[in-house]
């Protein structure tokens, strides 16, 4: 059974840091791009942040960019993503999710495979 799981998230003052790791199981993270979605209430998903696991590539969006930080344990079949200097406006739900196996960096949300189940996170004072 194909799985990812995602843990780390919860509520955090504005300023702080979360740590968000990803488990994938039933699959490998070998030779695709994975990474992070949000969705806020009321709002589309958006991509955060990915990873290709062939050459270590990475991207984010413009509203993380210097923040965040993601990194991938290919051994492990797991995936993180470091939040720092978190805003009010980072609070949404967070997906882990692994994209096609070819040469794509920035995966398109109706291209992933796979999907976590999410994990919420609340930037509040």
């Known amino acids: 059974e194909v799985q990812l799981v995602e843990s780390g998230g919860g509520l955090v003052q504005p300023g702080g840091s979360l740590r968000l790791s990803c488990a994938a199981s039933g699959f490998t993270f070998d030779d695709r791009a994975i990474g992070w979605f949000r969705q806020a209430p009321g709002k589309e998903r958006e991509g955060v942040s990915f990873?290709?696991?062939?050459?270590?590539?990475?991207w984010y969006a413009d509203s993380v960019r210097g923040r965040f930080t993601i990194s991938s344990d290919n051994a492990k079949n797991t995936m993180y993503l470091q939040m720092n200097s978190l805003e009010s406006e980072d609070t949404a739900v967070y997906y882990c999710?692994?994209?096609?196996?070819?040469?794509?960096?920035?995966?398109?949300?109706?291209?992933?495979?796979?999907w976590g189940q999410g994990t919420q996170v609340t930037v509040s004072s």
């Open positions: 999710a692994a994209g096609p196996n070819f040469k794509i960096l920035v995966v398109p949300p109706d291209i992933v495979d796979y």
């Open positions: 990873i290709h696991t062939t050459d270590g590539s990475t």
